[in-house]
């Protein structure tokens, strides 16, 4: 990886480091939530955001009954760190636990999202509780002045923007299961481990499904039933269609068995509501029961 000398202690200081002990990732973010003005005491929860040029964490308040209590990450005021589920690391990070230097950690930019954040969605089905304010951090470089990213970051203030655009991208000759950060289709990778994980499909077949999906444009906006254009946020886009849609379209193009295309149904109706909530959308356009969803790119 290329070096940079942008790894002074000052640097170092004004960033969160990845700690890990004991195979458990966590950072602590004390004085960051208490900047951002997290409510104290509030149950926190993980959700990591693909969007801008790398993917970032989000640390969301949530409703404590609303959510599962082993997705509660800890309490605002009360714990020192909050530990990072595992396949955040690996797949969101794209991380090696076995490789990673603790005295070499990464550091994050700390930054807050004010314009609303939505918690993961629930494996209930249930829409996700949102947020007025979150904590962000921003994966930026290792102490030790190693970029993030392979790509050398500019000797700018920390107030820019220091990381060379990268994307998650598919390694075609991988072998065994496909990882949901590597997925080559509009879903955020934590709500494919969140659908997946307590329904125990076949993961290979789902993303089979979503791959499909993407690469041969099964769904585009002529499919949208709607009278409104397609809602779209950033590169990607919400197509709502009529429930049989998913019948008719996209079932004979995939050899996967029901459980597979229902988790991709799920996730792609997931991915689609945590759109409109980002986007504020209004509420008549949201989906309807008797509707459906699939995001596409744009």
Avoid: C
């Avoid at 973010?29 to 409510?39: A, M, R, S």
């Avoid at 994966?139 to 002045?145: E, T």
């Avoid at 392979?150 to 000759?173: F, G, H, K, M, T």
């Avoid at 979503?210 to 099964?218: F, G, P, Q, T, Y």
């Amino acid at each position: 990886m290329a070096q940079n000398p942008i790894g002074t202690d000052v640097d170092r200081d004004r960033m969160v480091e990845l700690h890990r002990g004991d195979g458990v990732f966590a950072v602590d973010v004390t004085d960051q939530t208490e900047t951002v003005d997290l409510p104290d005491g509030s149950a926190v929860v993980w959700r990591l955001r693909q969007e801008g040029d790398v993917p970032r964490l989000a640390l969301v308040p949530v409703p404590e009954d609303e959510v599962p209590d082993d997705t509660v990450a800890g309490h605002v005021g009360e714990d020192a760190r909050m530990p990072i589920p595992r396949p955040i690391v690996t797949e969101g990070l794209e991380l090696d636990p076995e490789a990673y230097d603790p005295d070499n950690p990464l550091l994050f930019k700390p930054d807050e999202i004010d314009e609303g954040a939505a918690a993961a969605a629930m494996p209930t089905g249930a829409p996700a509780p949102a947020a007025d304010t979150a904590l962000e951090l921003q994966p930026v470089r290792f102490a030790d002045g190693t970029p993030y990213r392979d790509e050398p970051v500019p000797e700018e203030s920390l107030d820019s923007d220091p990381i060379a655009e990268a994307a998650l991208e598919q390694d075609a000759d991988a072998e065994g299961t496909p990882q949901s950060g590597t997925v080559s289709a509009p879903i955020d990778s934590s709500f494919v481990d969140e659908v997946l994980t307590p329904r125990g499909v076949d993961r290979e077949q789902v993303i089979e499904v979503l791959e499909a999906i993407a690469r041969h444009d099964l769904i585009g906006p002529e499919n949208d039933a709607t009278e409104y254009d397609p809602l779209t946020v950033d590169d990607r886009a919400v197509i709502v269609v009529d429930a049989d849609v998913w019948e008719a379209e996209i079932a004979p193009e995939v050899d996967v068995d029901r459980d597979a295309l229902d988790a991709a149904r799920k996730l792609h109706h997931r991915q689609a509501a945590d759109l409109y909530e980002r986007a504020n959308a209004d509420e008549e356009r949201e989906i309807a029961e008797s509707r459906d969803a699939v995001v596409v790119k744009r």
